[in-house]
Structure formats: C-alpha cells, structure tokens
Nanobody, 115 residues
C-alpha cells in the first residue's frame, strides 16, 4: 500500500518561510510527475507547483518567485520551499506523486500565515 507522508506545515508570520516535505512509502515505482496543491477554506483545491521526472517545473502565478519545488528520486520525496509567505498562502497543502498513471495523494498539512 502506497502512502505519502507530508511534514513541515505550521504557523508562520507574513514574510516568513517554511519547507514542506513529502515522502512516499510502500511499493511505488516509476514515479513521474510530482506536485503540490493547496485548498483554502471555501475554495477549490488548486495547483501550486509541479515537477516532472526530468525536473521541469511549473508554478502558479501567485507563487512564482517565492516558492521552489524540488525532488529527490532516491528518497521518493518532493519538497516545497516557501519564502516570503503571505496571508493568502494560508491553506491545507497536499502533495501528489504519479506512478504509471495513478495519482497518489498525501493527507495534507496545514500552513497558516498570520501575525
């Protein structure tokens, strides 16, 4: 059974930084695209950033220049470095990893940006 375990969320002041991590456990192989999504209260889940198996990245316009996605294939992990955080970044963040056409999701980690 494949599980994605996220960590690194929490409460941070505006302008601060957080680093989210997501590691896969279980029998998962041939991992392709990885990504981070987020869902704020009362809003739909939306993409934050994605990274392909060849390490090509794509970002939502709202986070460009502030967030950086990276991956470690040996560890089956994906990371999201978030700098200069804004209150509008407050949401539950979910990681996803794709393996042979199947999308696996983490349980979500709360990020709250508030003074």
């Amino acid at each position: 059974q494949v599980q994605l375990v996220e960590s690194g969320g929490g409460l941070v002041q505006p302008g601060g930084s957080l680093r989210l991590s997501c590691a896969a456990s279980g029998s998962i192989a041939g991992i392709g695209r990885m990504g981070w999504y987020r869902q704020a209260p009362g809003k739909q889940r939306g993409v934050v950033a994605t990274i392909t198996s060849g390490s090509s990245t794509n970002y939502a316009d709202s986070v460009k220049g502030r967030f950086t996605i990276s991956r470690d294939n040996a560890k089956k992990a994906v990371y999201l470095q978030m700098n200069n955080l804004e209150p509008e970044d407050t949401a539950v963040y979910y990681c996803t990893q794709q393996s042979y056409g199947v999308d696996y999701w983490g349980q979500g980690t709360q990020v709250t940006v508030s003074s």
